[in-house]
């Protein structure tokens, strides 16, 4: 039989039995072992408990950051537009006589786009012209029937006076002076028919003068041609197509200017400002800059939203009318501070903002606005010229807690 496991067997037996029967001996010998220590001892325990030591302070990780003057924009998601674009119909009846333009192809201002079949327009203008000479031919023979009608006028006024003074002389009868009236109250009337043809010869004219332009603009209307210089979006009327009045030709846009089109909300109209420049992302990756030309005064009814317009040169006409754009507005410049985007975090109420060290490194909680993304991190603003940011552990402390802050470099 082995000795040494019957020794530690009673001594454990022993140990037990002091921890169980013998407990208030134990804690009052070692009470008294307590009270044998040295005084620096007991000073240095008195201090633990009155200044919290630096392993009992959460770490954090905290960045000193000022405040920078940024340019504001407004970001729209928008469109391309063509700065002009128009579908040529025709004013008249007929069938096309000229060949087709095809679609795609260049066109300048005033060139021919359709023809169509003059018929009987042309006999219409010489018939027109026609009766503007026979009407032009009345007019002498009226105003000599006026100068005739005028000298029986003064014929007549002679002999009047002439029987008036004879007749107060007693060399003539009264039948005489009234004769003399009635010849003058005919003269008189003479004239007025001759003014009154004169009158009508001129209607005459006038009137053939409105059948002569109208013949002629009918003749004009034959012809459609291109209102501006641009390209054809779509085919021109097919030979031998009848058009009516209103059948389109021909559609036409302009694109040496382009449009960049966008809506912008309520709440940053105010930033916006015609002639404020502006540039746009399409795409295609491709970028364009411009100023903005257009800015509505009236919301859409049902976004209150209001239309913005940016032009933009394309005179290699790369860009295409319908495509889709990324547009960026310059607005006024902010104050803000550069943060990586993992530095945010909510309050218990959901607010937006990051949390700070502030006198005494106690960590605070202050709301921001987030003003802009971009690849070195977010900006944000509403928070003083300078502060300290944590950037990591904000997610474990909270408001009044102190922390052990370890700073790193500011961005930007």
């Known amino acids: 039989m082995k000795i040494i496991p019957v020794i530690t067997a009673l001594l454990v037996l022993a140990g037990l039995y002091m921890v169980v029967f013998e407990r208030e001996m134990l804690v009052g010998f070692a009470q008294s072992t307590a009270a044998e220590d040295t005084p620096l001892a007991a000073d240095m325990e008195t201090q633990d408990e009155a200044t919290p030591s630096d392993e009992s302070l959460v770490g954090v990780v905290a960045m000193h950051s000022v405040a920078q003057t940024i340019d504001s924009a407004v970001i729209l998601r928008g469109r391309t537009e063509?700065?002009?674009?128009?579908?040529v119909a025709s004013e008249t009846s007929g069938l096309v006589i000229s060949e087709p333009r095809r679609k795609g192809a260049s066109i300048v201002e005033g060139e021919m786009l359709c023809r169509l079949d003059p018929g009987t327009r042309e006999a219409s203008l010489a018939e027109a012209r026609a009766r503007l000479a026979e009407a032009e031919g009345r007019v002498p023979e009226a105003e000599a029937g006026v100068i005739e009608a005028s000298a029986r006028v003064r014929e007549a006024e002679i002999n009047l006076n002439a029987a008036q003074r004879l007749s107060e002389d007693g060399f003539a009868s009264e039948t005489r002076l009234v004769s003399a009236e009635a010849a003058m109250e005919a003269a008189t009337a003479g004239v007025q028919r001759a003014n009154s043809a004169v009158a009508s010869a001129q209607a005459g004219i006038e009137s053939a003068q409105a059948a002569v332009a109208s013949a002629a603009r009918e003749i004009d209307k034959?012809?459609?041609?291109?209102?501006?210089?641009?390209?054809l979006e779509t085919d021109t009327a097919e030979l031998g197509a009848l058009m009516q009045p209103g059948t389109p030709c021909a559609t036409i846009i302009q694109?040496?200017?382009?449009?960049?089109?966008?809506?912008?909300?309520?709440?940053?109209?105010?930033?916006?400002?015609?002639?404020?420049t502006a540039g746009a992302r399409l795409t295609s990756g491709e970028q364009v800059q411009g100023r903005v030309t257009f800015l509505s005064r009236s919301a859409d009814e049902l976004t209150r939203t209001f239309r913005v317009e940016v032009t933009v040169d394309n005179d290699d006409l790369a860009i295409s009318d319908g495509q889709t754009a990324e547009i960026l507005i310059a607005s006024d410049g902010r104050t803000a501070h550069l943060i990586a985007q993992s530095s945010l975090t909510l309050d218990d109420e959901g607010v937006l903002g990051v949390r700070t060290v502030s006198d005494g490194n106690i960590a605070q909680f202050m709301p921001v606005t987030l003003l802009r993304d971009t690849a070195e991190g977010v900006w944000v603003t509403d928070?003083?010229?300078?502060?300290?940011?944590?950037?990591?552990?904000?997610?474990?402390?909270?408001?009044?807690v102190q922390v052990a802050p370890t700073f790193t470099e500011v961005k930007g």
């Open 222 to 231: 034959l012809t459609i041609t291109a209102p501006f210089s641009g390209l």
């Open 255 to 276: 694109l040496n200017e382009i449009k960049l089109v966008g809506f912008v909300p309520e709440t940053d109209v105010s930033k916006v400002n015609v002639g404020a």
């Open 82 to 87: 063509a700065a002009r674009q128009v579908t």
């Open 383 to 400: 928070l003083p010229e300078t502060v300290d940011i944590i950037t990591i552990g904000q997610e474990f402390v909270v408001d009044g």
